[in-house]
């Protein structure tokens, strides 16, 4: 049952529906749909918000799925509101006409989630948005992906896997969507080859995120293929759509050597992979050296982005 959670006042009543506006200095509000429930693990609920252009429902909106980082451990689908960079970006989906639904999924904490449970998660969300689209206004044939950090990773599996991968919740089987382009922001692409995430090149490297990917336990044998069953650079294809990975070149977190590894995957079988490399920038667009500004600015960033799926959402129409 869909549950829905009052943050704010003033309330508009669409359809029988709660949802409230946000509003923000100098810009239209944003309808939300907040705390609807799209699976039941054994471990809780898990939620997604709904942020919808401010018009009347009027129709089919595209939908943009973001998935929050925090290390497949921590973090919250709420960085999508506030201030924040991923609220602006999210605003400014809407204000291009998107529908943005900010994502829970379970964190690694205690040995018994993997990597792989947070895909299957992220993948259970888009197959009931699918699955409800016509009562939530979604077009499920123009699906795009947004994440950050561990939620970049997220967009990628999302984006680059197919609706059927990853089954979760038996009662969302069989949903279809199309994806029509993604963007991650510092998201890694391959936890196989863990050089990758060496940003200095430095002697006995330790493998920082393995024991996300493999829960407590997990036999050696089985090591490699979990590792290469979570890793986005597997799934590219030629027919792959379109993906915008923008990364920072001073990031220690999530090394710039990523984006240059997806994008060499990526000319090898002709995917449409675009990089963005951001100057002097750490993680979470910091500046990697605490002084030297950022380059392209936060704010170019977002525009980026924001034109990079309206583009893609443009195409798909021209295609139609």
């Known amino acids: 049952m869909n549950t829905f959670r009052l943050i704010l006042l003033p309330l508009i009543l669409v359809s029988g529906v709660s949802l409230r506006a946000e509003p923000a200095s100098g810009s239209a509000p944003i309808h939300l749909k907040a705390d609807i429930v799209y699976k039941t693990t054994a471990e809780k609920d898990l939620h997604l918000d709904l942020f919808y252009p401010a018009t009347e429902l009027v129709g089919a909106y595209p939908l943009v799925v973001y998935t929050h980082g925090g290390g497949w451990a921590a973090g919250s689908k709420n960085k999508a509101q506030g201030r924040s960079k991923i609220a602006q970006t999210v605003r400014g989906l809407t204000e291009a006409g998107f529908c943005v639904a900010a994502v829970q999924y379970r964190l690694c904490k205690n040995g018994d989630t993997s990597i792989r449970d947070c895909v299957t998660d992220a993948m259970d969300a888009v197959r009931y948005l699918a699955k409800h689209g016509e009562a939530l206004h979604l077009d499920s044939t123009r699906v795009f992906s947004y994440g950050d950090s561990a939620g970049g990773q997220l967009a990628q599996m999302l984006l680059l896997t197919q609706p059927d991968d990853f089954p979760g919740d038996a009662e969302l089987a069989g949903q279809r969507f199309t994806m029509l382009g993604g963007v991650s922001w510092y998201g890694p692409c391959d936890f196989e080859k863990t050089e990758l995430f060496n940003h200095d090149g430095r002697a006995k490297f330790r493998d920082r995120f393995g024991a996300r990917v493999l829960k407590s336990g997990t036999p050696p044998a089985d090591k490699l293929r979990l590792y290469r069953e ?54 979470n667009w910091r500046k990697a050296d605490g002084s030297t500004p950022i380059d392209p600015s936060v704010d170019d960033i977002i525009q980026r982005s924001v034109d990079f799926l309206a583009t893609e959402l443009r195409r798909s129409k021209a295609l139609k």
């Open 230 to 283: 979570v890793s986005p650079v597997n799934y590219l294809r030629k027919e792959s759509p379109p993906l915008l990975m923008i990364q920072g070149d001073g990031d220690t977190t999530i090394p710039v050597h990523h984006a240059y590894y997806m994008q060499k995957k990526a000319k090898a079988c002709a995917a449409p992979v675009e990089i963005f490399i951001i100057k002097n920038a750490g993680h």
